[in-house]
């Protein structure tokens, strides 16, 4: 029987990209997007279920998890991936724009993760893979709370993967790098005025910028995904991403803070 796979924000990106993929190697696969129509429709290019679901709001994604329960009978496996992105120096979000990232990219995953518990745990099986990113293991500069939320996100990661086990639901992170996923950079607004950060904010998202475009392709992910939940027993971390960011990864655990903070500041030359 193929896996039932839930994957949020799979209308671009990342998501759309591990939809398309999986269901192509035989996963039932529902992908959910705020904007999908209210009633579950096959995607013309994927091939996947889109289904309606917000993630910001606890009535949208209880609907929508009871939903796929009823259509497939079970979830075998939830990809969080749904999140937004506002760059800029700290003093330059507002209280609003900083609650928008936690909104979505924290307490979103909170509230997947708690509409889709209870239906594993009935079936004593579950995957559950969190989108993470390289920016959860090293702060990057004018990315504050993109960075702050995938830390945090990496901290409930460890500590839920403890408390489901005797369930049997397993708890997966994979940390990507930069990858050519065509998602638009928002910016904070006090971000394109304020002179005391904008000219090297604007010299760190032309670095992030280059990156993405010289990425590894967001199909990488995809098959590691294939990869996790064929695994009988997944580790709890997976970097995807070209070779000198996940050596970044490596070097951050081994060197001083210091060198890590001067390769970061060089690297993104600010």
Known sequence: MSQVVLITGASTGFGRACATYLQSRG????????????????????????????????????RAVELVRQRAGRIDAVVNNAGTHIAGALEDNTLEEVKAQFETNVFGVVRV???????????????????SSIAGVVGIPFETFYSATKFALEGMSEALRIEVAPFG?????????????GHVWRRAAASLENPLYR?????????MSK??????????LARAIERILSTRKP????????????????????LP??????????YYKV
Request: charged share 30%.
């Open 199 to 207: 000219e090297r904010c604007e010299r760190c998202l032309q670095v």
């Open 27 to 62: 996963y039932q696969v529902f992908g959910t997007s705020r904007r999908a129509p209210e009633e579950p429709t096959q995607d013309a290019d994927g091939g996947f279920t889109l289904v309606r679901m917000d993630v910001d709001d606890d009535d949208s994604v209880q």
């Open 169 to 181: 639901v397993r708890v997966v992170l994979i940390e990507p790098g930069d990858s050519p996923t």
């Open 113 to 131: 993760c708690k509409a889709v518990l209870p239906i594993m745990r009935a079936q004593q099986s579950g995957t559950i893979i969190n989108i």
């Open 211 to 220: 990156d993405e475009e010289n990425g590894f392709p967001p199909e990488k």
């Open 257 to 266: 803070g210091s060198v890590v903070e001067w390769g970061v500041r060089k």
């Open 235 to 254: 580790r709890l971390r997976y970097v995807v991403a070209p070779a000198y960011e996940a050596l970044v990864v490596i070097l951050k655990r081994l």
